[in-house]
């Protein structure tokens, strides 16, 4: 380059910038244009959200972090993940506790998804209790239970309404059903495991009618929100997917969850 040349490099460098000064010449304009925030996945539960009792931790805890791999590859970015579930919750402590943080995280963001789990450990202490082995064949008991649901389902469809408030007729939410962990070989006597499953999907004829999985389902369809029906497929094979605690899922059961919630997004 020339002397001469030199002289010239304040014009050049003045008309480079011209090029990126807006109307006005005040602010320079962004040479790339800012990347919108990545999809969102919000998950509210208690353990089975949490991840107790997987004993593959290679894909790590639980079936969220499988979910959220699965969103990643569907949205072609990975996904924010906000696991808010929390071993023991019941519904009432989902709404309470933890759906302030997932009206927070949700807000002024999309693509969203939202998977909701809850209602065992609403259940888990009249279903397993002292009363429980003769509970199956008294109304009073299963008064008793339809009661105990009709306020389960009462918090639950107000946690729902709240959150496809939030994520918009675009959101995505899927709900869980209930497994019943007692049908595994020795967590309990079968007529024990048989009022778990009837509180669970119902008793028709009787006035525990309509069940803990059978009032998710319902809630879900009034909220466009799509099932992970796990309870057929846990039934099948409790000794496999249900973990030696007679309680959470296994590692393989855990892998089920999360293929079931992929199966059923949309």
């Not at 910038?17 to 304009?29: A, D, E, M, Q, S």
């Not at 002024?108 to 209790?129: F, H, K, Q, S």
Request: aromatic share 6%; glycine share 10%; proline share 6%.
């Amino acid at each position: 380059m020339t002397r001469r040349s030199l002289r010239h490099l304040p014009q050049l460098f003045a008309a480079l910038l011209g090029v990126v000064l807006v109307v006005g010449g005040t602010r320079p304009v962004a040479l790339f244009a800012q990347l919108p925030p990545p999809p969102v996945y919000v998950a509210l539960g208690d353990s089975v959200e949490f991840g107790l009792g997987d004993d593959i931790l290679a894909d790590g805890i639980g079936y969220v972090p499988l979910f959220r791999t699965f969103l990643s590859s569907v949205f072609q970015r990975t996904v924010d993940l906000h696991n808010l579930g929390v071993p023991f919750a019941t519904t009432r402590d989902i709404r309470q506790d933890q759906l302030p943080a997932a009206l927070a995280a949700i807000q002024g963001r999309a693509p969203v998804v939202v998977t909701w789990g809850g209602g065992g450990n609403d259940l888990a202490e009249v279903v397993t209790g002292p009363q429980a082995a003769a509970c199956r064949q008294s109304q009073s008991c299963l008064g008793r239970l339809n009661g105990l649901l009709n306020g389960v389902e009462q918090t639950i469809d107000h946690t729902i309404r709240e959150l496809r408030e939030a994520v918009g007729p675009n959101g995505h939410i899927l709900m869980r059903t209930q497994y019943n962990a007692l049908l595994r070989t020795g967590c309990q006597t079968p007529a024990v495991a048989l009022l778990g499953t009837v509180t669970l999907e119902g008793a028709p004829g009787t006035v525990l009618d309509r069940g803990l999985n059978t009032r998710i389902r319902s809630i879900a369809q009034k909220y466009d929100a799509q099932v992970i029906d796990v309870f057929l497929p846990f039934a099948i094979s409790p000794n496999t997917l249900v973990a030696s605690d007679c309680i959470h899922p296994s590692g393989l059961g855990y892998q089920v969850i999360a293929l079931l919630a992929s199966q059923a997004f949309q």
